[in-house]
């Protein structure tokens, strides 16, 4: 293996490796603040969490992309960048904390002025991060990005975790969340020396590639931060924070397992942008890759969410089972498509902006839709939300494959070749899984009911890599991933049988 595709694996398998024990920790964070906090504290922290995105938006620049993208950036893109985040740390403390009191009045809560602060400053801190780092991605060399991302996450954990257990505080998310951004700063200058410099002479250069993505940025926050805004204003704190804790479980398995290759995939297609056909290939290698990974975690979890939340994160969690599996089956269904990165690393930036905006407009009265259609059912203004957002997810996965078929010829037939596998095993899979869980019957919070639960998802992992299999050697063994993980355990095993005893 050799050249950009063994620079790729080898992209893929680091940022992989790290990614989960990133998952692995923060599961294990999640599991604790979850016994020692309440919903309540989570609802609040929600709150000042998305207040604080919204604002931050504004001044929200990536011109980092825009180095990822540059053949050959040169010192003063770099000091560029690092005025910018300068200049958008004063304007974050400034801004986020100037609207505290204004947020905390509109919620009736005053807790939300002291936490809207600190997550000023942490706001600021990651504005001043080393802008040299993007040089890690740009050259798919990924082990520092991975420390970076480990240390916030265990300091994180340390701090949260210490805070929680001795306080009981919702204080210890958020203060979590600051010392992390701390460490993360002070590491960024430790692993890629470099020395700041005020400037602004590459600020057209970067801006005439970053402006439409800055645009996006905005849309992109207002779509994915403002939810719990919008939901907060209708429920009370502790319904929020079911809300919050069914978004957290399904970012960090299904979000978080797709990230190491869309991590790479941008770097990776932005090295082919001159190059249509390799491109082409690339992009739906990489989409059947993430397909197969991502649709059996999101079925899997969906259909053990019962046992999972009543065994793990304890009885006050039950209510959010049902939002769980609706959220966890929309992260899966949008590894379907990757219209970001195939968009970033082609130029067309406006398109995306474009499409971003048409999803604001259609995904903000599809959630109050479904609010206020959920308090007046049964279903309750929580679910209602989640179903509102269900179908908003549906049609932009429909405008981001069109999208991407204008811009680059890849068609909704080519996207379905790479999902019709994994999706068919999954439904194998779900069946096999939900017929012996009937059979064992309700888990028991004991030894054995954790037991059962890992022999269920066992079971199901094996249903569905026989399936996966089957079809593939029933369609004639196709070029995929399944040949390419073959041909990955082929090469481990020649590489032990050659090793000495």
Request: aromatic letters at 8%.
């Amino acid at each position: 293996m050799s050249g950009k595709k063994g620079s790729v694996v080898r992209g893929v398998a680091w940022v992989g490796l790290g990614r989960a024990a990133f998952i692995a920790i923060s599961f294990v964070s999640t599991i604790i603040l979850a016994r020692l906090l309440t919903p309540d504290d989570f609802g609040i922290v929600a709150i000042a969490s998305a207040a604080a995105a919204v604002v931050a938006v504004v001044a929200d620049l990536p011109l980092s992309q825009a180095v990822i993208h540059h053949d050959d950036p040169q010192d003063e893109h770099f000091h560029t960048i690092w005025t910018f985040g300068l200049i958008r740390g004063v304007l974050m403390v400034a801004l986020i904390g100037g609207s505290a009191p204004f947020v905390a009045d509109f919620y009736g809560d005053e807790r939300v002025t002291g936490l809207l602060i600190a997550l000023a400053f942490s706001s600021a801190l990651g504005s001043l991060q080393n802008p040299v780092i993007a040089l890690f991605e740009r050259d798919l060399v990924f082990w520092q990005t991975i420390v970076l991302n480990l240390a916030d996450r265990l300091v994180n954990f340390a701090v949260s975790v210490s805070i929680a257990y001795i306080y009981r505080s919702y204080w210890a998310i958020v203060l979590g969340i600051l010392a992390a951004a701390l460490v993360r700063l002070i590491l960024s200058y430790v692993f890629r020396a470099y020395r700041p410099r005020l400037s602004l002479s590459k600020a057209r250069e970067l801006m005439s590639f970053s402006i439409w993505l800055t645009l996006g940025s905005w849309v992109q926050a207002l779509n994915a931060k403002a939810d719990p805004l919008v939901v907060g204003y209708f429920v009370r704190t502790n319904q929020l924070g079911i809300y919050s804790m069914s978004q957290r479980l399904a970012s960090m398995t299904v979000g978080q397992i797709q990230s190491p290759i869309a991590m790479v995939l941008f770097p990776t297609l932005a090295r082919m942008k001159h190059d249509p056909v390799r491109l082409q290939s690339a992009y739906l290698r990489v989409q059947s890759v993430f397909c197969t990974v991502a649709f059996p975690v999101g079925v899997g979890i969906a259909v053990l969410a019962d046992p999972i939340v009543r065994l793990v994160l304890g009885p006050q969690w039950i209510p959010t089972i049902p939002i769980v599996q609706v959220f966890v089956l929309m992260q899966a269904a949008n590894a379907v498509q990757h219209v970001g990165p195939i968009s970033l690393a082609t130029g067309h930036t406006r398109a995306l902006f474009w499409r971003d905006l048409q999803i604001l407009t259609l995904r903000a009265p599809l959630l109050i839709g479904g609010i206020l259609i959920g308090r007046t059912s049964d279903i309750g203004m929580i679910q209602g939300a989640v179903y509102g957002l269900a179908v908003s997810q549906a049609i932009m996965i429909v405008w981001s494959i069109r999208l991407i078929g204008t811009l680059n010829g890849i068609g909704l037939r080519d996207h379905f070749k790479g999902a019709w596998r994994p999706l068919l095993a999954c439904g194998i899979m779900a069946v096999s899984v939900l017929a012996a869980h009937a059979a064992l019957g309700p888990m028991t919070p004991a030894i054995e009911g954790y037991a059962t639960t890992a022999a269920l998802i066992l079971l199901g992992a094996v249903t569905y890599f026989l399936s996966l299999f089957s079809l593939w050697i029933l369609k004639g063994r196709p070029a995929g991933p399944e040949q390419e993980a073959l041909d990955i355990v082929r090469l481990g095993l020649n590489r032990l049988q050659r090793s000495p005893s």
